[in-house]
């Protein structure tokens, strides 16, 4: 199979999946009780829209109307509401149409990147994401970096001190830190080091100060970069044990083979068998997992992070959403990091046959 033949057949792949995977969604979502015009109605009467109201009642008003055309009793606390608010409602929140018309319209404006208006904030979606990805690109992308950094080096030290003390208290603390999860990390870093109990050292509010603006450009970036400490440390630290122990994995498998003894026994030191003839063969896996990674750190939402320290991002904005049945951000944002994870399998697949040229697409060495 050729290269551009297994390009469009995953590509071709990539449009059923994605449909399947937003048909999923929206169902589950829609059925979800406490949807948004149950939100209207709520504020209307002061009540508080709960998680555990009836099911029944929510699923049946917001995955369409009545045969009836009534919805007064479709909707819990729509007792006593005037039918026209309700049927202007619908038709504010789209719900006056079929399941299957609104969701194949949905895909239709999806497909030409028309996200929508949120029901809420009164802006549209692409601008409300775009608003919050300096947040969530900061913390990701220096997170993937020091990850990276930290636990490739390290996963070739301990390939190269296999069984060693290095490598027994190094494997120790990596997997504590992954076993303790981030948002205990943030806290003790608040009490510690943010003012909580100890040292006032970090700021916990915010990605840079209130005056930012009025700062030069080598205060800003100091500033920005103090306001990333404590967070980034967070997620970091939980963040070494899997790249590290596959980085480790990868070597020794590869150090074990006969190519290596072949080289060794050239008169080769073992510098250059580990990095001429090693190095390329067991960063196969890592390298090739690098797009999806990378991609990964400019869209992925650390939620408790976020309110533990203040910073309003793509987890924060995703979590409301939800809560609040904003649906237009719930399924605009979903699209488009479905979109992009498929996207980035294609493009791991490709590094990967980069890499090792050896590789083809019909399962054979060449």
Avoid at 258 to 263: E, G, N, P, S, Y
Wanted: aromatic residues 12%; proline residues 4%.
């Amino acid at each position: 199979m050729s290269l551009g033949t297994y390009v469009i057949r995953r590509l071709l792949l990539i449009v059923p999946t994605l449909i399947g995977i937003m048909g999923v969604n929206f169902l589950i979502v829609q059925m979800a009780p406490g949807g948004p015009v149950e939100q209207v109605l709520a504020e209307i009467s002061g009540e508080a829209v709960s998680a555990t109201a009836a099911i029944s009642g929510s699923a049946a008003g917001e995955l369409g109307p009545t045969s009836s055309g009534d919805s007064a009793g479709v909707y819990r606390g729509a007792e006593g509401i005037d039918p026209e608010l309700l049927r202007e409602l619908e038709r504010q929140f789209g719900f006056d149409q079929p399941l299957h018309v609104r969701f194949f319209g949905m895909l239709w404006d999806y497909l030409r990147f028309d996200f929508g208006t949120s029901f809420y904030q009164d802006a549209r979606v692409i601008d409300i994401v775009l608003s919050k990805l300096p947040v969530s690109i900061s913390l990701g992308l220096w997170t993937l970096v020091i990850v990276y950094s930290v636990s490739i080096p390290l996963g070739i030290a301990k390939s190269i001190r296999d069984g060693s003390r290095f490598d027994l208290w190094s494997s120790l603390l990596v997997f504590v830190g992954y076993a303790i999860p981030t948002f205990l990390f943030a806290i003790l870093f608040v009490v510690l080091f943010a003012g909580g109990s100890f040292l006032e050292l970090f700021p916990m509010r915010g990605l840079v100060s209130d005056d930012w603006a009025e700062l030069s450009l080598t205060a800003k970036l100091i500033d920005y970069l103090w306001h990333l400490v404590l967070p980034v440390s967070s997620l970091v630290l939980g963040g070494f044990a899997t790249l590290t122990l596959l980085t480790k994995n990868s070597f020794l498998e590869e150090i074990g083979k006969q190519f290596v003894l072949t080289a060794r026994a050239k008169g080769l030191t073992e510098k250059q068998v580990l990095y001429r003839h090693v190095f390329r063969n067991a960063m196969l896996l890592v390298i090739s997992g690098f797009p999806q990674a990378f991609i990964g750190a400019f869209f992925t939402g650390a939620l408790l992070i976020e309110v533990i320290f203040s910073l309003d991002g793509i987890g924060r904005l995703g979590y409301e959403a939800v809560m609040r049945r904003d649906y237009p951000i719930v399924f605009g944002t979903l699209y488009c990091f479905t979109l992009l994870g498929l996207l980035m399998n294609l493009v791991s697949d490709l590094v990967y046959t980069c890499v090792d040229p050896r590789i083809d697409f019909a399962g054979t060495e060449r």
